[in-house]
């Protein structure tokens, strides 16, 4: 995705290179961004916050995967939380990409990998 993007809260498509399409959810708003997976079961595929650098798990019902993407897309830092938890914010990082625990690890996405996103234009 171009800099200066407008993200809106949504559905898309995340691409990880090597993998199929899968689904995503984007939050962009406040109260998208702050409500973020908490209070739920899971998720099917993974949840885009944009304009974000660091998240919690606190009241969290399962373990999560955390991408922490720069500007251009491309995977900082990936952190596995147990609910309860506080993930330390990365400096360089502008959004967090989250999916179920061990998510990451089968979909091929680790440091340095810059993922696509499609939708919520």
């Keep these: 995705m171009r800099r200066g993007h407008q993200w809106q809260d949504g559905r898309g498509v995340l691409w990880v290179p090597e993998n199929e399409a899968l689904p995503l959810e984007i939050a962009a708003s406040r109260g998208t961004r702050r409500r973020g997976l908490l209070g739920r079961p899971g ?41 309860g938890r506080l993930g330390r914010p990365r400096l360089r990082a502008r959004h967090v990409l989250e999916a179920e625990g061990g998510a990451m690890a089968a979909w091929g996405v680790s440091k340095g990998v810059r993922l696509r996103v499609d939708g919520s234009d």
Excluded: E
């Design 43 to 83: 998720i099917d595929g993974a949840l885009l916050i944009t304009r974000c650098s660091g998240v919690h798990t606190f009241q969290m019902q399962f373990t999560i995967d955390v991408a922490y993407l720069d500007r251009d897309l491309k995977v900082v830092d990936v952190h596995t939380l147990k609910p």
